[in-house]
Structure formats: structure tokens, C-alpha cells
């Protein structure tokens, strides 16, 4: 173990499953400073070893599980690592935060970080052990669910408190956004990694540790722990309701994406709302590490199926994608479907979408009952969708079509099928609307990674429309912001603020810690001094997110993307049918200002998106 560095180990662990070795590479506290961890660490190793133009499903893309700085550490949303490689789905950068409690294990088992190599000539698990690493055979349990993957490799180990990372069927499958979970209901959600997992035959990796890195100043992590727990009143929603208490408010607003964002409006929107799951079907609420807000929801019930709770429950992005974006109002089915999804290791929001897309072509005559296998995919009927998500996993039928994203179905079904999938390089949008939030529109256009909400900007929490308002934007003073911003407004004030919020976003995923917590920049930042015992404060941490984002850029450059591909769909720049929305409509010309002004306040051409020259100079990088 590397005792200078506090908070780390020192170590990255390379496991090439082609040769079937393991190598340990030390870490330095230069490098540590630099990039922090999780999200950070992925920029570098994937800018730096992966070769132009490799296929996304080949050996040669390599896997990254990176701890953040605060991963594993006695404090509630320190339970979150980032995962990362070249996306199948998008072919560029693929990132995601998962949490629960697999970092917290492998930063006390030995490492900082995980590359994952080449590809394994048959099915294996990766078991790592106290610093220990092996390899073992894993084709008696190739093609099972997670849970009884999980079981099974649990059993075989001999201890019940290992945590896993894992694929189900749709990773073996190569799903373009099947994902790895982290135990049955956290995922690294976007992007596609589940199928990079699958390519290399990897099904999981087992971990179990006993032992934390050291921290500079541990009376610095308990008086952020005491501060939470002095204010818990700030995260009351979130133990109530998980992320879908608000729905009934967001589809006041329009915030909730209805029948494939055509629609302003869900009229069942109280049948499949987070107060209607806790009071009908839910069974309780859980939680990642350390963490004692309890977010996660648990469902259970036995009629018209049974739902298992040790897949707990959906969540406001399931809740949206499986539910009113596709028109369907059974809450029991969209619970179903959020189990399907974490037992066949599906990303719920591409998983959605997708099946809306397919549902509004189905509607328009370009899918037709014979392309669909005698499947009535119309809006609203909640079987289709059950059935069609069991097809994407196994790649049966129309599944095989519609296992490729939605961007590329459309590519093959044709007859301006193009105009129906709604994405952003590829990957399709959450379930937030950038009709309404024009700041999270920009945020969708620019992130490397495709369309993404959690780092992101989501106006309506800014600007007095939202009840915690006051706590976002007291949070925002010390960097400049004293007063909500407009609603409709998307001029150079409001695309600062996003380009802030972005890399507070990022600062937090390298770190290692939750969006969810209400922790101001500041308080992180010294939460950062207290592990590492380095003087880093809220600019220090925005410093690190611009060479973040920068290396993510140049990679995404590399890749064949361009300023181009920076784009909103086309029916976002019309009003939906009716609703909130029906006469409010994104400015074509006005989000490509406020893109140009976000090039540049990044340092890149403002034109083009390319990083300058002294920008990537004064960011170390080269």
C-alpha cells in the first residue's frame, strides 16, 4: 500500500482477459491531483491508450471501473466510482456513475482504479480478494439474470456480503445500452458498457476488502457526516419518494416527457406517481453506502405477476421512460419492466425510449404487426412493452432491430423514420424536457457522452419554480450568482452558469460522490482537503472538470465527431401537441449561440468545438 497519498491506494489494477494476467501500476499524488479519480481517470487512460478508430465491441476497447477520491469513506454519497470505455452506442466516450456498494468494497480491497483488456476465450469472472486478483470460469453461469448470478458466485466464493458487478443477458448479447450493474437495482446506466463487459466475456467482478486508505484530516469527513445528519430535512423528498416525487409537479410544468415528447401532457399522470408506488406497491426504501438518506425504492406484489424487491423499483427515469413516454399508465407493469431491465442488465432510459420510437413509428405505418411479430406496439399498451423488452435482451425478433438504439433502427427501417428517434449522439434523451429547460437542452448538445441529465443543468431548479430553489442557488453566490435566472432565457449569464454547473458536475463524479446530496461546492472541496490533505478549493476542483472535459472532447474529435454533431432533434424546435408545451418551442438559431458561447468560455474554437491549442498547453494535457 502507498501511505503518501491519503486517500488512496496507489494502485491500478490492469487485468488483460486475452492473456489472462494481471499486472499492478503505481499511481503518483502528481496524477492524483490532476485527475482526482473516477470520471477524471477515465478521461486520461482512455485519451491515452486507446488507439484511433477501434471498434467499441472489439478486444482492443478497454473497461474502466474508477474510485473517486471520496469513494468507500464513512459519509453519506460516497458510495458512487464511474465506469467508462469507447461507447458502442454512441462511438465516442461512454461514462456513468453507478452506486451502491461495490466501490466502497474495492477501495478496501486494493485498488484505485480497474482496466479491463482484450477479450477471454471463453465466459469469466474476475475475483479480487484483498489485493488478491484470479480468474474464474464463469460458463455455468453465462447467461442467467444477475440475481442468480449474483447467488451463484456468492455461493461459490463462500460469502454472502461480496458485492458484484455484473452483466445479465442483454451484456452477453451486446445490447448497445445494456449496462453493468452493481448488485440488482444500481447501474452504470449509459452509453453501453454492459455490451463492452459482454464482448470481452466478462460476466462479473467479485469483490470483497477490509481495509481503507488512511484520510489527512477524518474530523473534516465527521462534520460533513454531522452536518447531514443536522440537516436532513433537505433531503426529505428523496426518503420519501426516491427521484419520482416530483412527477406530479414536473408534468404540471411540462417537464415530463408523454408518447415519445410529442405530448405536453400525461392525464394518468397521479396512477404512476412516486406518492401512488409508496402508497400502493412499495415495501420500503433503501440505500447505498454509508448513506442514511434511503433513497431507492423497494416494490413488491404477487397480481396480474410477481415483483421481486430485491430488484427494487423504478425510479422518476423508469417511472418516465417505461411509463408515460410510452403512453403506458400501469404502475405495475412499469415495475415489471424496471425489474426486467435490472435482471437482463438494460439501461432504462434507452430501453424506453427506444420502445417509444418504435411505438411511434408502429402508429405512423412504418413498423407494421409482420416486422413486429404479431406485436400491437402502439402507445399505452403496457404487454407490448413488456414483451419487447424481453425480445431487446435476448435480441429476438424485433428486439434484434430495436437492440441497436434508436438511431440506428432508423437508419435501417427508413421512410423518415430518422425524424421519430430522439437522441443526442446516438443516445436517448431522459426524461427531462429541453423545451422547458433550455440550459439542460445545451447540456444534452454538449455533454461527450451523449444526452445526459445528471450532468447537467435543470433550469426549473434555478429559477423559483422549484422548492429547493433557494438551496441551489445559495449554493451558486460565491461563484457569482446572487438571483434565479429566466426560465426562457438561454444568453451568455445563463450558458455561464450551465458551463459551472457542468463542472461542478464533473468535480463531483471524480470525486466520488452523489448528485443527490445537497452539499455545496465548498463543503465538497474541504471534503476533499479533509481525504487527501490538499489545499483545493471550489476553483481548484473546476480546474481538474476543464481538463476532464477537454480530454473527453479530444477523444470524441478523434473518434470522427464534430461541432455538427451538437445537436438537438428537430422536434424540439416545435411546440408539443398540447400541454404546458403548446406553444413553447426551442430557437434554433439561439442554441447554436449559446453552443458557440460554451465553446469558448471552454476554451475551444468557437466554431468548431476544437480545443485551443494554449487551452489544452495550460491544462497539462499534452
Not at 491531483?33 to 477515465?42: S, V
Not at 435490472?342 to 418504435?358: E, K, Q, R
Not at 425480445?391 to 438511431?407: D, P, T, V, W, Y
Not at 449554493?475 to 452558469?497: F, T
Request: charged content about 25%.
Amino acid at each position: 500500500m502507498n501511505d503518501t497519498i491519503c486517500g488512496y491506494h496507489g494502485k491500478v489494477l490492469r487485468a488483460n482477459l486475452s492473456k489472462g494476467t494481471f499486472t499492478t501500476e503505481p499511481i503518483d499524488e502528481r496524477f492524483c491531483r490532476k485527475y482526482l479519480g473516477g470520471a477524471g481517470f477515465i478521461s486520461y487512460y482512455l485519451w491515452k491508450e486507446l488507439p484511433q478508430g477501434i471498434d467499441p465491441l472489439g478486444p482492443d476497447n478497454k473497461l474502466i471501473f474508477a474510485l473517486g477520491t471520496a469513494t468507500g469513506f464513512p459519509l453519506a454519497g460516497s458510495g458512487r466510482h464511474c465506469v467508462g470505455a469507447k461507447s458502442p452506442l454512441t462511438g465516442g466516450i461512454a461514462k456513468s456513475e453507478p452506486g451502491g456498494f461495490w466501490g466502497a468494497e474495492l477501495k478496501r480491497a486494493g485498488f484505485d482504479a480497474i482496466i479491463v483488456e482484450g477479450k477471454a476465450p471463453e465466459p469469466v469472472y474476475l475475483w479480487i480478494h484483498d489485493g488478491d486478483v484470479s480468474l474464474r470460469k464463469a460458463s455455468q453461469i453465462w447467461g442467467q439474470d444477475t440475481k442468480e448470478t449474483e447467488q451463484a458466485i456468492r455461493d461459490e466464493l463462500g460469502d454472502q456480503k461480496i458485492q458484484l458487478a455484473l452483466i445479465g443477458p442483454a451484456g452477453e448479447n451486446l445490447v448497445r445500452y445494456s449496462v453493468v450493474m452493481h448488485g440488482l437495482f444500481d447501474a452504470a446506466g449509459r452509453g453501453g458498457t454492459g455490451a463492452v463487459m459482454g464482448s470481452k466475456n466478462l460476466k462479473a467482478i467479485a469483490v470483497r476488502g477490509r481495509k481503507l486508505p488512511s484520510s489527512a484530516k477524518p474530523e473534516g469527513i465527521k462534520e460533513l457526516r454531522e452536518w447531514l445528519s443536522n440537516n436532513m430535512n433537505l433531503v426529505k423528498g428523496y426518503r420519501d419518494f426516491g427521484t419520482s416525487g416530483r412527477m406530479i409537479e414536473f408534468e404540471k410544468l411540462g417537464n415530463l416527457p408523454t408518447r415519445n415528447f410529442q405530448d405536453g401532457a400525461f392525464a394518468a399522470i397521479e396512477r404512476i406517481s412516486g406518492q401512488t408506488l409508496k402508497a400502493t406497491i412499495g415495501v420500503g426504501m433503501d440505500g447505498c453506502f454509508a448513506c442514511p438518506v434511503r433513497c431507492k425504492k423497494r416494490v413488491a406484489f404477487q397480481e396480474p405477476y410477481p415483483v421481486d424487491p430485491d430488484y427494487g423499483g423504478p425510479e422518476y427515469e423508469t417511472q418516465g421512460a417505461l411509463g408515460s413516454n410510452c403512453g403506458v399508465e400501469d404502475l405495475k407493469a412499469i415495475s415489471l419492466a424496471s425489474q426486467l431491465c435490472n435482471a437482463y442488465s438494460l439501461d432504462v432510459i434507452s430501453t424506453g425510449c427506444t420502445i417509444a420510437f418504435a411505438m411511434e413509428c408502429f402508429e405512423n405505418g412504418l413498423l407494421t404487426s409482420k416486422d413486429t411479430g404479431g406485436i400491437e406496439l402502439r402507445f399505452g399498451n403496457a404487454e407490448a412493452m413488456l414483451q419487447t423488452i424481453k425480445l431487446i435482451a435476448k435480441r429476438e425478433g424485433i428486439g434484434n432491430l430495436l437492440a441497436e438504439g434508436s438511431a440506428r433502427a432508423a437508419e435501417q427501417i427508413g421512410q423518415g423514420a430518422e425524424a421519430l428517434a430522439i437522441h443526442v449522439k446516438k443516445q436517448e434523451i431522459p426524461m427531462h424536457e429541453p423545451r422547458l429547460n433550455k440550459a439542460l437542452g445545451l447540456g444534452y448538445m454538449v455533454n461527450p457522452h451523449g444526452a445526459d441529465h445528471c450532468c447537467n443543468m435543470i433550469d426549473i431548479l434555478f429559477n423559483g419554480l422549484s422548492s429547493t430553489a433557494d438551496i441551489v442557488l445559495k449554493d451558486m453566490i460565491p461563484l457569482g450568482w446572487v438571483e434565479p435566472v429566466p426560465l426562457d432565457d438561454i444568453s451568455p449569464p445563463k450558458v455561464s452558469l450551465f458551463r459551472m454547473l457542468h463542472l461542478k458536475r464533473i468535480a463531483f463524479d471524480s470525486l466520488g460522490i452523489c448528485q443527490f446530496l445537497p452539499y455545496s461546492f465548498q463543503q465538497v472541496a474541504d471534503l476533499a482537503s479533509a481525504i487527501t490533505g490538499w489545499d483545493i478549493g471550489p476553483m481548484g476542483l473546476a480546474r481538474v472538470s476543464e481538463r476532464v472535459l477537454t480530454l473527453y472532447r479530444l477523444f470524441n474529435i478523434r473518434e470522427g465527431f464534430s461541432a455538427d454533431d451538437d445537436k438537438l432533434p428537430k422536434r424540439f424546435f416545435h411546440p408539443t401537441k398540447y400541454g404546458p408545451l403548446a406553444h413553447t418551442a426551442l430557437d434554433p438559431e439561439k442554441m447554436e449561440r449559446a453552443k458557440r458561447y460554451y465553446y469558448s468560455l471552454m476554451g475551444w474554437d468557437a466554431n468548431s468545438g476544437k480545443p485551443m491549442p494554449e487551452t489544452i498547453e495550460a491544462l497539462g494535457i499534452i
